[in-house]
Nanobody
Framework: QVQLVESGGGLVQAGGSLGLSCAAS????????MGWYRQAAGAQRELVAS???????NYADSVKGRFTIPRDNAKNTAYLQMNNLEPEDTAVYYC???????????????WGQGTQVTVSS
């Protein structure tokens, strides 16, 4: 089993910044990609940003130029730096990693518990 623990959510005014982190632990062999998703009230979960093990990144159009997704492979940790936040960014943010929990195990997706980000206007 792999556990993902998120931290860093909260309340911020529009135009402000927040940083999220997601640390993986447990029976962890190797992590491939890391990503952040979000789900606003009444909406479907959507991809915000992702990064491969080779540091190739992908961002939703709505966050390009405002969010970045660095990762620290040595710490098995993904980050999401959010700048110039807008009320439309309000959502529960989920961390996701594709990882193997054993040398002979296949890659699968693991999810964090979610952290609330609220941006006031």
């Amino acid at each position: 089993q792999v556990q993902l623990v998120e931290s860093g959510g909260g309340l911020v005014q529009a135009g402000g910044s927040l940083g999220l982190s997601c640390a993986a632990s447990g029976r962890l062999f190797i992590i491939n990609s890391m990503g952040w998703y979000r789900q606003a009230a009444g909406a479907q979960r959507e991809l915000v940003a992702s990064i491969t093990r080779g540091d190739s990144t992908n961002y939703a159009d709505s966050v390009k130029g405002r969010f970045t997704i660095p990762r620290d492979n040595a710490k098995n940790t993904a980050y999401l730096q959010m700048n110039n936040l807008e009320p439309e960014d309000t959502a529960v943010y989920y961390c996701m990693m594709t990882a193997r929990d054993g040398i002979l195990r296949p890659f699968r997706s693991w999810w964090g518990q979610g952290t609330q980000v609220t941006v006031s206007s």
